[in-house]
């Protein structure tokens, strides 16, 4: 039976086992189970307040997208309306350009009409008194003096004029 002493069970050294136990316990939870929660729960609020700012950063950044797209996209319409009126001022300049110089071209055409029926009366007057002065001195000569010159020159005025007016007619 000298076996059975060495697996006996020893009521003393139970109750001392589970005292040391129990103090064990209670030094531990004392000691560092409240730290060790303190510490995780600090590190969980500095987490969670990481995360709450990287969300609220997120936030901001989308918001500034957003807002940067619309200005774009304003941007981009404003770009297309600036275009579009440049252009329609540039036709616009153009149909003014064209008109002027049409005008312009009207006026010069009639300017130049002017002073080609000017000239040409101008002409037509001076063919008239080289006409009237030949026809003068070849009458004096023939007449001989029988009419005065001023008689002459009335007598082909009157001439030339109706035969003007005969060439006129004739147009």
Request: glycine letters at 2%.
């Given at each position: 039976?000298?076996?059975?002493?060495?697996?006996?069970?020893?009521?003393?050294?139970?109750?001392?086992?589970?005292?040391?136990?129990?103090?064990?316990?209670?030094?531990?939870?004392?000691?560092?189970?409240?730290?060790?929660?303190?510490?995780?729960?600090?590190?969980?609020?500095?987490?969670?307040?990481?995360?709450?700012?990287?969300?609220?950063?997120?936030?901001?950044?989308d918001a500034n997208r957003n807002a940067w797209e619309q200005?774009?996209?304003?941007?981009?319409?404003?770009?297309?309306?600036?275009?579009?009126?440049?252009?329609?001022?540039?036709?616009?300049?153009?149909?003014?350009?064209?008109?002027?110089?049409?005008?312009?071209?009207d006026s010069i055409m009639r300017h130049a009409e002017r002073?080609?029926?000017?000239?040409?009366?101008?002409?037509?007057?001076?063919?008239?008194?080289?006409?009237?002065?030949?026809?003068?001195?070849?009458?004096?000569?023939?007449?001989?003096?029988?009419?005065?010159?001023?008689?002459?020159?009335?007598?082909?005025?009157?001439?030339?004029?109706?035969?003007?007016?005969?060439?006129?007619?004739?147009?």
């Open positions: 039976m000298q076996t059975l002493d060495i697996i006996s069970v020893n009521l003393w050294h139970v109750l001392v086992s589970l005292a040391n136990l129990v103090i064990i316990f209670w030094v531990v939870k004392r000691f560092l189970f409240k730290p060790i929660k303190k510490m995780l729960a600090a590190r969980q609020a500095e987490l969670d307040h990481q995360y709450a700012a990287a969300k609220e950063a997120q936030d901001v950044a200005k774009m996209q304003g941007a981009d319409a404003e770009a297309e309306r600036i275009l579009k009126q440049a252009t329609d001022t540039a036709k616009y300049r153009a149909e003014q350009i064209v008109t002027d110089a049409s005008d312009r071209a002073e080609a029926d000017l000239e040409r009366k101008k002409a037509s007057e001076g063919i008239k008194r080289e006409i009237v002065d030949v026809s003068a001195t070849i009458a004096e000569k023939m007449l001989e003096r029988e009419v005065n010159e001023n008689d002459h020159r009335a007598l082909i005025d009157s001439f030339i004029d109706k035969i003007g007016e005969s060439d006129e007619g004739d147009q």
